[in-house]
Antibody, heavy 122, light 110 residues
Framework: QVQLQESGPGLVKPSQTLSLTCTVS??????????WSWIRQYPGKGLEWIGC???????YYNPSLRSRIRVSEDTSKNQFSLRLTSVTAADTAIYYC??????????????WGHGTLVTVSS | QSVLAQPPSVSAAAGQKVTISCSGS????????VSWYQQLPGTAPKLLIY???KRPSGIPDRFSGSKSGTSATLTITGLQTGDEADYYC???????????FGGGTKLTVL
């Protein structure tokens, strides 16, 4: 079955760029009607959808983060990535990648990666 | 503060039934499909219910979902200690053009 695994640095300095990669195994990120997504969970446990990349590389972003984020894909490696610029302590969270499936405009996410904790601190 | 309101905690005895509510508005639950996720301690969220009331393969029929108007409900019957987890609802928010989640409900099995 499809599995996802996040990778990237666990510590990022304020004002720098957070970069994470999600490696997908057991299935291809191209050819299906899925939205390869990033979701984060704050220490207080709230979940926030960050954005995703879908068919033909079209991206969808959370408007509150749009000016700072970029989601891209590397089909040769079956990976997709997140870049979040100008980070602050408020970006400290567990970052998950997940496969999204949209029906009538609503997305459900399955499966999820294990998650990676990113701390923003000097 | 989430646009989807969930009770912070619920509890029930093993073997009993519990319901978890998710309250929204016409701009989210009222006009979109709802998903539910289970997050066991120290793990990633896992899809329990999608499209209001459908279960992914492998999810026991003890878990069921429903929607009425601007609210959704997750029902768990035959509670087991292994069901102790945080539960989240999720849907699309039309006014923000973003997928949103509830604040989560911690289930304790007594």
């Amino acid at each position: 079955q499809v599995q996802l695994q996040e990778s990237g640095p666990g510590l990022v300095k304020p004002s720098q760029t957070l970069s994470l990669t999600c490696t997908v195994s057991g299935g291809s990120i191209i050819g299906g009607d899925y939205y390869w997504s990033w979701i984060r969970q704050y220490p207080g446990k709230g979940l926030e959808w960050i954005g995703c990349i879908g068919r033909s590389g079209y991206t969808y972003y959370n408007p509150s983060l749009r000016s700072r984020i970029r989601v891209s894909e590397d089909t040769s490696k079956n990976q997709f990535s997140l870049r979040l610029t100008s980070v602050t302590a408020a970006d400290t969270a567990i970052y998950y990648c997940a496969r999204g499936r949209a029906v009538a405009g609503s997305m459900s996410f399955d499966p999820w990666g294990h998650g990676t904790l990113v701390t923003v601190s000097s | 503060q989430s646009v989807l309101a969930q009770p912070p905690s619920v509890s029930a005895a093993a073997g009993q039934k519990v319901t978890i509510s998710c309250s929204g508005s016409t701009s989210n639950i009222g006009n979109n499909l709802v998903s539910w996720y289970q997050q066991l301690p120290g793990t990633a969220p896992k899809l329990l219910i999608y499209e209001n009331n459908k279960r992914p393969s492998g999810i026991p029929d003890r878990f069921s979902g429903s929607k009425s108007g601007t609210s959704a409900t997750l029902t768990i019957t035959g509670l087991q200690t292994g069901d102790e987890a945080d539960y989240y609802c999720g849907t699309w928010e039309n006014s923000l053009s973003v997928d949103v989640f509830g604040g989560g409900t911690k289930l304790t099995v007594l």
